[in-house]
């Protein structure tokens, strides 16, 4: 009696392993197909110079709004738009955008995959406000958009575009938030493959008081690092700089400020445990006693917020201002820098970065970066891209651009990220149930 019940639970063990195996085997054996979305570099406005950098001559592209959607080699590693965004097909690299007017303003901006929702902390709708939302469908059929608008008097009423496939349009900042100063916005896409970009310029009359190129904010977060904040004495004395912040959820944040600097680190006064009242846009005034230079902020929330920074810093003999935005952690990536020689700005507790240079005549060089809080590294000279081979912990990154016409900032991020489909396989089960 003993060995019959032994041998049958002999038995119903065999076939509890024999069921692993083969559920095993049939979950080893789907195969997924990895690829990079293509990426949407932003439009070229009447009177404004945009130039895209990109790392390959033999990068494939195409322009949105074109009747032809074939892909064709760029043939440079800095192309000049007309009017049209642009659509590459870079595999990974992070193309980089810089736009001008000419001896007024500069501005740089990051090229992304389409994204179902991105947040602008920038811009005004006062009797200043030129600045323009650029709406940019690259599918192939008809996109829903709805733009939200928050300001210092709270929420304003949702404006809902409907974009043909294969187009653009421009919404004029002062149409979405009429009068106020300080505003965010955030596009959601209801459908379709979706981009957006804010481009901030001011008047006062006749007097043209600059512009920039606004990157945007994947999505609110309690914990933000924003570092490449430039520090331009002027007659000794520290600029004025500008920290917006809005809180989207329905409980108020409170937040705390960190500064990083080559001065070392500290909160500023009245920056501890702050109160933010939620759904208003609020600017708040800093003034950091630190050298001239750079300097980072590092913001902790116990609700998720988003946040930026406008500074004024001077360029060729052109006082222009820049939005500083959120640079997230420090990942493996590629970026393309040819043209624009910038300089790296790297925060952190214990900064280790491992990367390399690619250059102009072919040849690469790596490099690593180390420190404490704050370190700047100059991009050297003929560089056309920029990889990011191996971060620490908590390590973040922006560049900051001197140009002709102005200053630039962007963050170092990656444009798109690698994505995973299932392969469907066939299965004689599905024909023979």
């Not at 000419?102 to 929702?117: D, E, F, I, M, N």
């Not at 940019?136 to 958009?145: C, D, P």
């Not at 590629?334 to 214990?350: E, R, S």
Request: proline content about 6%.
């Amino acid at each position: 009696m003993k060995f019959q019940k032994g041998a049958v639970l002999a038995g119903i063990i065999t076939l509890i392993l024999l069921a692993t195996n083969l559920f095993d085997a049939n979950t080893n054996s789907r195969q997924y197909s990895k690829s990079y979305p293509a990426v949407l570099c932003p439009p070229n406005p009447a009177g404004i110079t945009t130039s895209t950098s990109v790392a390959s001559k033999n990068t494939p592209f195409y322009r949105i709004g074109s009747k032809s959607t074939k892909l064709v080699k760029i043939k440079t590693l800095r192309y000049s738009s007309v009017s049209d965004p642009i659509l590459l097909q870079t595999e990974g690299l992070t193309p980089v955008s810089f736009q001008s007017r000419t001896g007024v303003w500069a501005g740089t901006v990051l090229c992304t995959a389409p994204a179902t929702s991105q947040w602008f902390v920038g811009g005004t709708s006062d009797v200043s406000s030129k600045g323009v939302i650029y709406l940019v469908n690259s599918g192939l059929s008809l996109s829903i958009v709805d733009i939200s608008t928050w300001s210092e008097t709270g929420e304003q009423a949702v404006k809902t575009i409907s974009l043909k496939a294969n187009s653009s349009v421009a919404i004029k900042l002062d149409s979405l938030a009429p009068g106020d100063s300080s505003i965010v916005v955030n596009v959601v896409a209801r459908s379709g493959r979706v981009n957006s970009y804010l481009v901030d310029e001011r008047v006062n009359g006749l007097q043209r008081l600059g512009g920039d190129s606004v990157n945007a904010i994947s999505a609110p977060s309690q914990n933000f690092v924003i570092t490449g904040i430039p520090q331009q004495l002027v007659n000794e004395r520290a600029p004025n700089h500008y920290l917006r912040m809005f809180v989207p959820g329905i409980a108020d944040a409170n937040f705390t400020l960190e500064l990083l600097s080559n001065d070392g680190r500290f909160i500023p006064t009245g920056f501890n445990e702050r109160r933010l009242v939620s759904g208003k846009v609020v600017e708040l005034k800093l003034n950091p006693k630190v050298s001239k230079g750079v300097f980072a902020i590092k913001l902790t929330s116990d609700q998720p917020i988003v946040a930026a920074v406008r500074s004024r810093a001077t360029s060729n003999g052109n006082s222009d201002f820049l939005w500083i935005t959120p640079s997230p952690v420090l990942i493996p990536m590629q970026i393309a820098v040819a043209g624009l020689l910038p300089k790296i700005v790297f925060a952190g507790d214990a900064i280790s970065v491992d990367l390399r240079v690619q250059y102009l005549n072919g040849k690469a060089k790596e490099q690593s970066i180390t420190g404490s809080d704050l370190v700047t590294w100059q991009v050297p000279n003929n560089a056309i891209a920029i990889t990011i081979l191996r971060a620490g912990n908590d390590n973040h990154a922006g560049a900051l651009v001197a140009a002709r016409s102005g200053y630039a900032f962007f963050p170092i991020a990656t444009g798109a990220e690698l994505t995973k489909v299932a392969i469907p396989s066939s299965n004689i089960r599905v024909l023979n149930p």
